[in-house]
């Protein structure tokens, strides 16, 4: 359930709540948001309880929360949460979209997309240092230089950089250099990786399961926030069906449902949803009429020689036409990109 206060309680009224929760055995997290706070309650409910909680001063109202996903739940909190990543705001009326090379493959190589992807007007850099591949012979990644290049983009370009962490031992090395770290596809329900991440206060940029549901994608976001970490992103990236021909189906049903039952940013992957950089920008443009708050998207300087996932890479200039199209979108469903991708990619 969730214990929503007056909007003119007093700190003391809250903590009174608070302290009253603990006693009857709920787990709490209090959700300040813009126009309320609300104190999330997780634990068994009895009408007794409520009742007593009720009447404390402060409080306006109990709300029970039937889903499973309490914190997550959009019963419990109706405006959308917001989340900051560096100084780029992502789930408000900015579109995120981050870019970047599938992973780091030498510092030559990841500073010159840095700077690519900061002139199409991307916002968030992203290059993976550990990468989780299917064969044991292909490409694992640079991991710690890995890392060490990504902090040098970031401080060369001013823009943020993602990567993604496999376990717990590269996210304690990740967090020393990255602004938000991507928990993959392949690991959404590594739940001592969820509960690792949710310890930290980072942004999780947390991809759809290629076989999850959207409940049991959900439910990987309870896992963070329930550890405390509220800065959790969600990202749609293709799921497993019967079709070959592309090499996930992007399921952009996911973008409006999610945001129905979720007050969490939710963005898409058309790159590793499709697997084919030329169904890139019609499924990065119908993304964003569907609701997306942003996009991350695989570039890389030249696709022919990028050691993963070339074929779904766009080109520098395929980026920024992407971006030149995508700012057609923005008076559509009243969003803004920063000005200079506007102007940069025009
Ligand atoms: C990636 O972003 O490079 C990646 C491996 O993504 P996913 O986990 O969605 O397959
Ligand atoms: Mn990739």
Redesign the pocket.
């Given at each position: 359930m969730v214990v929503v206060m007056e909007m003119s309680s007093s700190n003391q009224q809250i903590e009174a709540v608070n302290l009253k929760l603990d006693q009857l055995g709920f787990q709490t997290q209090m959700i300040r948001g813009v126009k309320r706070i609300v104190i999330g309650a997780v634990g068994d409910r009895r009408s007794s309880d409520i009742l007593e909680l009720q009447l404390m001063p402060g409080v306006e109202k109990i709300v029970p929360i039937m889903k499973p996903y309490k914190l997550v739940s959009r019963e419990g909190r109706d405006e959308n949460t917001v989340i900051k990543v560096g100084n780029v705001t992502i789930g408000g009326d900015n579109l995120a979209i981050i870019a970047g090379p599938?992973?780091v493959e030498s510092r030559q190589q990841l500073l010159t997309a840095a700077y690519q992807v900061k002139r199409a007007g991307g916002q968030i850099i992203?290059g993976?240092a550990f990468?989780?591949r299917t064969s044991p012979y292909s490409f694992q990644g640079l991991e710690l230089e890995g890392l060490k290049i990504l902090k040098e983009a970031a401080q060369a370009t001013g823009l943020p950089v993602v990567t993604?962490v496999i376990d717990e031992g590269s996210l304690q090395m990740a967090l020393d250099y990255v602004d938000m770290v991507?928990v993959?596809?392949?690991n959404m329900q590594n739940f001592r990786l969820l509960k690792a991440v949710g310890q930290t206060d980072i942004p999780v940029l947390l991809?759809r399961g290629?076989s999850a549901t959207i409940e049991e994608w959900l439910m990987a976001a309870e896992y963070i926030i329930s550890e405390g970490n509220g800065r959790v992103i969600l990202?749609e990236?293709g799921i497993r069906t019967f079709e070959t021909a592309t090499r996930n189906t992007l399921d952009l049903s996911a973008v409006p449902l999610v945001k129905r039952l979720s007050h969490l940013p939710v963005i898409v992957?058309p790159s590793?949803g499709t697997g084919d950089r030329g169904l890139v920008q019609p499924m990065s443009m119908a993304a964003i009429a569907a609701g997306a708050d942003g996009l991350?998207l695989?570039m890389h300087p030249e696709p022919a020689k990028a050691l993963?996932?070339g074929p779904q890479s766009l080109t520098p200039e395929e980026l920024e036409q992407v971006m030149g199209q995508l700012s057609l979108l923005l008076p559509a469903v009243a969003r803004q990109l920063p000005t200079n991708a506007i102007r940069e990619s025009a």
């Open positions: 599938c992973a992203r993976g990468k989780p993604e991507q993959g596809a392949r991809k290629m990202c990236r992957d590793h991350i695989e993963s996932d």
